[in-house]
């Protein structure tokens, strides 16, 4: 028997960021909890926090701080009591929390590739030299840069709403999301195009959603526990030590993903320099439980190769 389950008189409070997608994931959450105890939706209550990455966006976020941007109002609120869990996307979670807080649960991953999205065109190949191309993730703009020099990347920052108007003002020609927002949007009316991982590797746990909790909240944790999808949990944890052992943020091109195959883990992992110039990665194997282990194992190798000047530019 769960230990005082959430009612509508006392419900379980949600914390999430406003964004149409933030949203998405709360309420998923929610309706996951909702069906794994039986109980009515009012008995959770969604609380929408204003973070300084949603109200400062006429910078990149580089300039006013990295991953944190999007959590710290939020982890804020969990500590002081204001809210029980918080729901973020994972790609956008800093590697350690503060202190009290521990992430240890995961919603089941959706699909991991970026999105190639244009009004007219369906790849990058069909970019003509020069073409303007709006991100605003370092790691996408390396990555493009490494493949075409030519490019003329701009800042692009917004929801998804935002990114297909600057689209449709001719800001950019083409630009470029997640495909696991914009499934969890239902929003197949974007013209976009998966691309390959094998084309485009991916941020560090995009696609996931992690759930935060205070770290002696007992009912919390029962019910978390629930709804925990294991290996996302074994996937990420590789791309986490990985990205945590490359001293990962907002500030490093940096792309990574682990896939299971029977009872291994195999992991890819790439760092670049912000204006694409070279581009160093690696692709190891091992046995699932050995995942944190190769993920440091493989950052501390591609920081010997890429040696003392790589990271000059941080």
Same mark, same amino acid.
């Given at each position: 028997?769960?230990?005082?389950?959430?009612? %509508?008189?006392? %419900?379980?409070?949600?914390?999430?960021?406003?964004?149409?997608?933030?949203?998405?994931?709360?309420?998923?959450? +929610?309706?996951?909890?909702?069906?794994?105890?039986?109980?009515?939706?009012?008995?959770?209550?969604?609380?929408?926090?204003?973070?300084?990455?949603?109200?400062?966006?006429?910078?990149?976020?580089?300039?006013?701080?990295?991953?944190? +941007?999007?959590?710290?109002?939020?982890?804020? #609120?969990?500590?002081? =009591?204001?809210?029980?869990?918080?729901?973020?996307?994972?790609? *956008?979670?800093?590697?350690?929390?503060?202190?009290?807080?521990? +992430? *240890?649960?995961?919603?089941?991953?959706?699909?991991?590739?970026?999105?190639?999205?244009?009004?007219?065109?369906?790849?990058?190949?069909?970019?003509?030299?020069?073409?303007?191309?709006?991100?605003?993730?370092?790691?996408?703009?390396?990555?493009?840069?490494?493949?075409?020099? *030519?490019?003329?990347?701009?800042?692009?920052?917004?929801?998804?709403?935002?990114?297909?108007?600057?689209?449709?003002?001719?800001?950019?020609?083409?630009?470029?999301?997640?495909?696991?927002?914009?499934?969890?949007? =239902?929003?197949?009316?974007?013209?976009?195009?998966?691309?390959?991982?094998?084309?485009?590797?991916?941020?560090?746990?995009?696609?996931?959603?992690?759930?935060?909790?205070?770290?002696?909240?007992?009912?919390?944790?029962?019910?978390?526990?629930?709804?925990? #999808?294991?290996?996302?949990?074994?996937?990420?944890?590789?791309?986490?030590?990985?990205?945590?052992?490359?001293?990962?943020?907002?500030?490093?091109?940096?792309?990574?993903?682990?896939?299971?195959? =029977?009872?291994?883990?195999?992991?890819?992992?790439?760092?670049?320099?912000?204006?694409?110039?070279?581009?160093?990665?690696?692709?190891?194997?091992?046995?699932?439980?050995?995942?944190? #282990?190769?993920?440091?194992?493989?950052?501390?190798?591609? +920081?010997?190769?890429?040696?003392?000047?790589?990271? *000059?530019?941080?």
């Amino acid at each position: 028997m769960m230990h005082r389950p959430p009612t %509508p008189s006392n %419900p379980l409070k949600i914390g999430t960021r406003g964004s149409p997608l933030a949203l998405a994931q709360a309420n998923e959450t +929610l309706n996951r909890l909702a069906r794994a105890f039986d109980l009515p939706c009012e008995a959770f209550q969604i609380v929408v926090i204003k973070t300084t990455g949603d109200v400062v966006q006429d910078r990149p976020l580089k300039e006013i701080g990295g991953k944190g +941007l999007f959590t710290k109002e939020i982890e804020e #609120d969990l500590l002081a =009591g204001r809210i029980d869990i918080a729901v973020h996307s994972m790609k *956008d979670m800093p590697v350690d929390q503060p202190a009290g807080l521990l +992430l *240890d649960t995961y919603l089941p991953r959706e699909d991991v590739r970026d999105a190639f999205v244009s009004t007219d065109k369906s790849a990058l190949t069909e970019l003509a030299e020069g073409a303007v191309v709006g991100t605003s993730s370092l790691r996408r703009k390396a990555q493009l840069l490494n493949r075409r020099p *030519d490019l003329n990347v701009v800042e692009f920052r917004g929801n998804v709403q935002t990114r297909l108007k600057k689209l449709s003002q001719g800001v950019a020609e083409c630009t470029f999301l997640a495909m696991a927002g914009l499934n969890r949007l =239902g929003r197949s009316d974007v013209p976009a195009t998966p691309i390959a991982v094998t084309d485009m590797l991916p941020a560090v746990a995009q696609g996931a959603i992690g759930i935060e909790r205070r770290s002696f909240d007992i009912r919390t944790a029962e019910m978390l526990e629930a709804i925990h #999808d294991g290996e996302t949990g074994q996937r990420l944890a590789a791309e986490r030590a990985f990205l945590a052992a490359l001293d990962g943020s907002c500030e490093t091109p940096i792309a990574g993903l682990a896939v299971l195959q =029977g009872g291994n883990l195999h992991l890819r992992g790439e760092v670049l320099r912000p204006d694409g110039s070279e581009a160093i990665n690696d692709a190891r194997s091992c046995v699932i439980a050995d995942g944190p #282990d190769l993920g440091r194992a493989m950052a501390e190798d591609l +920081l010997a190769r890429a040696g003392a000047g790589f990271f *000059d530019w941080r």
